[in-house]
């Protein structure tokens, strides 16, 4: 167990700040020592190496790694501390890619995406580009945080948002313990607030997905029974409803990696991921049909290669030089974090990826 | 030959008694994976019972690995703790309930 911490890493000048000493963590000891094989050679087993991406479906843009919390787990190191932030002339560069794209997804991350000073204009933008299904990904407390935030839910029903918002337990304990004091009656009331504006409503085309990680070294449990669990809790405990709830397995970098390393459990959580390695799940991975685009335009195969630091292996690697057949033209950079999507059922940003 | 008789990287090593027994082994671990499916008590009631039982066998490679289990299918800490006063109940009930063939014992015996 440890103390909540109030600053990312980068605020602390902790060495994981730096994602070259985490790729050094993440390529050394058990996997240097051939204890574990690693990612590139497992999935050369069954001949997916190098891995390709198949069809373009989601873009993925991360407006800004400001946050108001600053949850342990976090593979962003989010947090109210962190200046990284879109600008305006990015996101005009990025509606022009919007508009053009063949992807049928639009997913807004941060950070609390909110919290960019240009989030409603580029909400209202994007939303008249044609995407079949527009995500924000919204932390919940966020609505509550300060008055400029209470309307979000009305907001995000006049553009037709689709919201996905993190709930780590159906207990206070449990959520306050990974996300800070208070977090779990915040995101209660947000949730209905959500509801009471038509989110989550069976039948409702305002769709309200929530995303469960784990709260520790351990891996998620089967989606569907953690999505019957938390649908009865919350509607037995406070009257809430959701439509689906994305179970993911929390990668071994940045914050959880600080944690798995502080709490001596890095090695039995690699071991975890590498036994519950499944081959099946190397097909529909992340990377496979998203493209992910941080703050300063530069763009990644996913959004934890982002936090790595680890580009695109394209010429095109900036959306200055966006083009969608060139970048679909690549191998994607994989390293031991991979094992986080490929474990058990497999994770992604719209949780489980078999069947 | 380690220096101590449990070793947690032990636990990792449970699917080799397969080696010196592939037939009887593999047996083992069809039925027991069959055990622990969705039937009709549910995954989650049978790791609850899972981690009791381990606490009354004292087997520590169970109790390692069915808490990880219970946290994974999200049971909280005090259902856990629960499971383990059930199994801590039966366990001392179980052996103050000899208590009555001692008293018929000495019943017996005494004039
Ligand atoms: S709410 Fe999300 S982005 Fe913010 S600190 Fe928590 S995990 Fe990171
Ligand atoms: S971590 Fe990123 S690059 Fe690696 S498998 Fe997952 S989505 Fe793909």
């Keep these: 167990m440890t103390k909540l911490k109030q600053q990312s890493l980068h605020k602390r000048e902790n060495q994981l700040a730096n994602p070259n000493r985490q790729l050094e963590i993440l390529n050394g000891g058990i996997f240097e020592n051939g204890e574990l094989p690693t990612f590139a050679k497992i999935i050369t087993q069954t001949n997916q190496f190098p891995l390709r ?116 337990h159906w207990t206070r304990g449990k959520t306050d313990k990974q996300r800070g004091e208070g977090v779990f009656d915040m995101s209660i009331t947000a949730l209905q607030q959500l509801n009471a504006v038509g989110y989550g409503m069976p039948g409702s085309t305002l769709k309200l997905d929530l995303v469960y990680n784990p709260n520790g070294a351990y891996l998620p449990g089967d989606q569907a029974s953690m999505e019957k669990e938390f649908k009865s809790a919350l509607k037995a405990d406070f009257n809430i409803k959701f439509h689906n709830l994305f179970a993911i397995t929390n990668l071994p970098i940045s914050r959880f990696l600080d944690y798995l390393i502080a709490s001596e459990n890095y090695e039995d959580y690699m071991y975890q991921l590498v036994e519950a390695y499944n081959p099946k799940a190397v097909k529909n991975v992340m990377c496979s049909n998203t493209i992910s685009i941080s703050w300063d335009g530069y763009l990644y195969d996913c959004d934890f290669n982002q936090m790595l630091g680890l580009k695109v292996a394209s010429k095109v690697t900036h959306i200055n030089q966006y083009n969608e057949s060139i970048l679909n033209n690549r191998d994607i950079v994989i390293s031991q974090h991979c094992y986080g999507c490929t474990a058990g059922a497999g994770s992604s940003c719209q949780g489980e990826v078999t069947t | 030959m380690a220096n101590n008789y449990y070793d947690p990287a032990d636990l990792r090593k449970f699917g080799n008694i397969t080696q010196w027994s592939e037939e009887l082994g593999n047996k083992f671990f069809d039925y027991y994976g069959k055990v622990f499916e969705e039937g009709a008590l549910t995954a989650r009631e049978k790791s609850l019972i899972a981690l009791a039982v381990s606490h009354t066998e004292q087997c520590p490679y169970c109790i390692d690995a069915y808490t990880k289990d219970a946290l994974q299918r999200g049971v909280t800490k005090e259902q856990m703790m629960e499971a383990v006063h059930v199994g801590a109940a039966i366990k001392s009930g179980a052996t103050l309930v000899h208590g009555t063939m001692m008293m018929n014992k000495v019943n017996k015996l005494e004039m």
């Design chain 1, 53 to 168: 991406p198949k069809k373009l479906e989601i873009l993925q843009i991360n407006v800004g790694y400001m946050c108001n919390q600053v949850c342990e787990h976090c593979h962003v190191d989010a947090g109210p501390d962190r200046k990284e932030i879109m600008t305006w002339e990015t996101m005009q560069k990025c509606l022009e890619i919007i508009k053009n794209t063949g992807a049928h997804t639009l997913d807004l991350t941060g950070g609390a995406p909110e919290m960019n000073p240009n989030f409603r204009r580029f909400v209202e933008k994007a939303s008249q580009a044609g995407v079949k299904d527009f995500i924000v990904r919204s932390n919940l407390t966020i609505i509550r945080a300060n008055k400029k935030y209470h309307d979000l839910p009305q907001f995000f029903k006049k553009y037709n948002v689709h919201v996905v918002s993190s709930m780590p």
